[in-house]
């Protein structure tokens, strides 16, 4: 396998609706932020990944044939994946599978949704009513979490806060809720019990893209002062809808995932060899479930991280410091913003959510009903573990 | 090509094709992935890798390749990608995937049961959002504006068009089919393809594997796609520059090739993509029908590289496939396969 | 004999379109038609990157037609609902005077004899203009443009939403694994099939093992109890969206099958409040009666035909706390 490294992160404004611009307008505002870092152009690019949740939350359908201009794709390769909710997660790992195959040099990943233009919880149903939406369908794993947990109720509220803080020192994200407090979403509506309003992610317009080079790429940046993120593993894994016994709070595709880019990646203890996660948690419950989900906490101790404040950002384990999927969702980009994020810490890049000393981080993204898994481990340097 | 391993097509199966069928696209692929796997001696659980391609769209449901999940045995999981392309770029991802070297057999499938709603309703939402969706502008108008631009290079005629049809379809009389109506002027009905309803699932591995495995792998020694602007408006519709580029990626003027397999929706694709592609009269064309006999949504692209696998399979040495996507071939693909003769 | 199930989706999307799109929008509805320079060309529809490049252009819009040349065409002989002229019509690629590049759209010349490259065209604007490509009805024959109905005016302020409304049809087969529970939930019975291999039960006519890979036929059936257990629910304050047919709180709940391994997922409650929804809850199947509408499958494939919901047993709870882990 070839080595890669990010060399460029880009991302949009994230908003519930962007009437400023046009879908295209969108996807590029995150691929030149994406170029000028990595200090390339579009002509420097030889092949696009392009990847978003489904065509009809758009009405677009096929986009990569719509946007390959407006990506500068014209006579390169252009490639699009849909793996559900993982698909930003498997955008990157699809765009650094094209350098690790050796096939490509310079290759450009953009993932995006504008949720605005349609309605989600209307093209989920297909346009029929009574559609649980996403939160009606992960309520049942979070009431299953919470009971073999133990964990009490403000697990969930301490999240929601954490990551709004995390929110408020990002430029970027979605939501900036400026009074957040435990009792603010304490008092939020109960939308899908045992769900509150703001325990949940909002409905976002956004783009997010990252420049993947080979090893070659990378070392040109570093010489040239600008960190790379090197990426040390990449993994994905899936598993059916349903069947007698799938257990969906601590899914074994989930757990393989895991198991396979900390096996890749050198990583034999992740809560002590890894410096911080970007972990897709689009409803509070989620981190604790993951945190369990990823070997990072054993089980029925993911909650217990966070009651002691440890996934904040400062803390031993910091866990979406950019704020997340529960501050911004632009469900396509959503994965992807995990990746880049965790690139971002690496790289020394993240701002004022910048987790001090970070060398080593892991994302993740999934999607459907907990079945796509997709990760990559990313660091300051190729052989952190040697 | 600087490849660092050499993968090869060791099977591939495909549903029966049909106008409509019963079966949901799961089960379809069920049946697929099975008889692709079984004449080989592998089963699933073989398997490191599965890609599939299929279209919401077609389907007229979001996540609709969720589903699909229960076709290729993910129980324990398995790694494993969907592409909202044609079955032909999942081939490219595991392709892709194979060169990372640590893995060394991957499934891909294509699937669409294009029956059920109607293209030129569905097609038009893959056009600019802005200045074509809104008036309906359908797939068969692209390709009767490509079909005049062609016409008017002289790359092709109606006759031309009309032998191209009976040659795939093997049936109908040149002559008789020129005295039919014009759908879009100049295409009348034998110059576009069928509805169909199927689904192709393509074993590869990698070469020791694949050596292993059977007496004769087809391997993939050129493998390119690339796209073009998306507005016909801003092409040269006589032209296909993607299929030129890629075709050149690919290797494919290193030495010649026996046959090709084109994804020819419409008859004068072929003469165009004959024509970009330099084939010569000496090069079998679409001796299965291509596109005009069956046209599965999103695996008739995969089934081209089957059918190009299969002339090596039958003691061929070199062979080309083709696939597209996009209004008037805005996205092509081309992928070249050999016997293990100028490989090793 | 193939049952098939027909449903129309309505996709209503509302497209923003940032500065370029909104200033071309905006100028149809003042019957004007505007092109993008880039570099020597003038690109017609106007985009906002060069299509060759990506690059960005800068907003230097011009003025272009109204009247243009017919580049080529194609006669539509029998227009879709989606076509912007309802009769016979040519689509064609016009190149309007000042501009480098056509523009697709519908001429309305009454035959394919009356069409021919190089004739000219002028817009036909609509009345009623909104600031969507189909404010021109279509192009006509001859230099003068052409209104269609009372003009109502250009727009009030700049357009920068674009509604899109697609209707689709879909009509999908029922698979024959499928039709058949929903018949034999006709009959009252719910049934599953039980997997030779693996032993687990599929219900709703899933017709195959997704864990070993196999079809599943009628030799596998197995008809199940009608009472079980829920095991987990979740109650969904429902959120307003178009479709949407529910405005309370409803609960939807996992229910373990009396003496299988089968929960049915996401199911309805009857005559059960929400506030009285709990894990360890006993539940009884509820059927549609003769003539009621059920689903009749077509969908993805699994169908629960006339099994309706769950309504309270009144039997006493069941204290398993594993209960609330089978989701699946």
Known sequence: MIPCAVVGVGQTHHKSRRRDVSVGGLVREAVFRALDDAEMTMADIDAVVIGKAPDLFEGVMKPELYLSDALGAVGKPMF????????????????????????????????????????????????????????????????????????????????????????????????????????????????WDPIRFLESCPSSDGACAVVVTDEEGGRTAAAAGRQPAWILATSSRSEPPSFPGRDPVRPAACLQCADDVYRQAGITDPRRQLDMAELYVPFSWHEAIWLEAHRIAEPGEGWRMIDRGETELGGAFPINCSGGVLSSNPIGASGLLRFAEAANQVRGAAGEHQVDGCRTALAMAYGANSQYFSMWVVADRLHPFD | MGTSRDIAVIGWAQTPMVRHTELTETQLLMQVITDALTPIGLTRADVDFTCLGSCDYITGQAFSFVSNLDAIGAWPPKRDSHVEMDGAWALYEAWLRLHEGDIDIAVVTGSGRSSTGDPSLIYPMEMDPFFLAPLGADPVTFAALQARAVIAAGIADERSMAEVAVRSRGTGDVDTLLGGDYVRQPLRRHDLPPITDGAAAMVLATGERARQLVARPAYITGFDHRTECHNPSFRALDDSPSTRIAAAAAGLGDAPIEVAELQAAFTHEELLLRHVLGLGQEVIVNASGGALRENPIMATGLIRIGRAADHVFGGGRRALAHATSGPCLQQNLICIVEDGEGQR | ??????????????????????????????????????????????????????????????????????????????????????????????????????????????????????????????????????????????????????????????????????????????????????????????????????????????????????????????????????????????????????????ARVFVLIDDSDVVLAYQPTIELPVADVRVGRRVAAVWASPGEEIDAGGGMGVSLGALIGWMPTGEPDIADPDLVNRIF
């Open chain 3, 1 to 250: 004999m193939t049952r098939f199930v027909e449903s129309t989706i309505t996709f209503p999307y509302r497209r923003s379109l940032g500065p370029m799109l909104s200033a071309f929008m905006t100028a149809l509805t003042e019957r004007r038609i505007l092109g993008i320079r880039c570099g020597e060309a003038v690109l017609v529809p106007p985009m906002e990157w060069d299509p060759a490049t990506g690059a960005a252009l800068p907003l230097d819009l011009v003025e272009v037609g109204p009247a243009g040349t017919v580049q080529s065409w194609t006669w539509v002989p029998a227009p879709t609902e989606q076509h912007p002229v309802q009769r016979p019509f040519a689509f064609a690629f016009v190149l309007l005077d000042g501009a480098t590049t056509p523009l697709l759209h519908a001429v309305d010349a009454g035959s394919a004899a009356a069409m021919a490259d190089g004739m000219r065209v002028a817009p036909r604007w609509r009345g009623e203009r909104v600031g969507r490509i189909t404010d021109i009805a279509c192009f006509v024959p001859g230099e003068q443009p052409e209104l269609d109905g009372d003009d109502t005016g250009p727009a009030a302020q700049p357009v920068e939403i674009m509604d899109y409304n697609a209707r689709i049809t879909y009509r999908n087969p029922v698979p024959p694994s499928a039709d058949r529970a929903v018949e034999l939930s006709r009959q009252q019975r719910l049934v599953g099939m039980r997997c030779p291999q693996c032993e687990r039960t599929y219900v709703g006519g899933r017709g195959y093992c997704p864990i070993d890979s196999i079809e599943l036929g009628e030799e596998h059936e197995i008809d199940l109890a009608h009472t079980g257990t829920i095991t987990n629910f979740v109650i969904i304050t429902p959120v307003q969206y178009p479709g949407q047919t529910e405005t309370e709180p409803f």
């Open chain 1, 80 to 191: 699009r994946v849909h793996t559900a909710g993982s698909v930003g997660g498997t955008t990157a790992i699809v765009a650094a599978s094209h350098v690790q195959a050796g096939k490509h040099r310079r290759v450009l990943a953009v993932a995006y949704q504008k949720q605005s233009e349609g309605n989600a919880q209307f093209a989920l149903g297909s346009g029929k009513g009574a559609s649980l939406g996403a939160g009606g369908a992960f309520a049942p794993f979070i009431r299953a979490y919470i009971h073999r947990s133990g964990a009490p109720e403000h697990i969930g509220w301490k999240v929601a806060v954490k990551d709004r803080l995390n929110a408020l020192k990002n430029p970027y994200a979605h939501l900036k809720i400026e009074d957040i407090s435990i009792d603010k979403v304490k008092a939020s509506p109960m939308m």
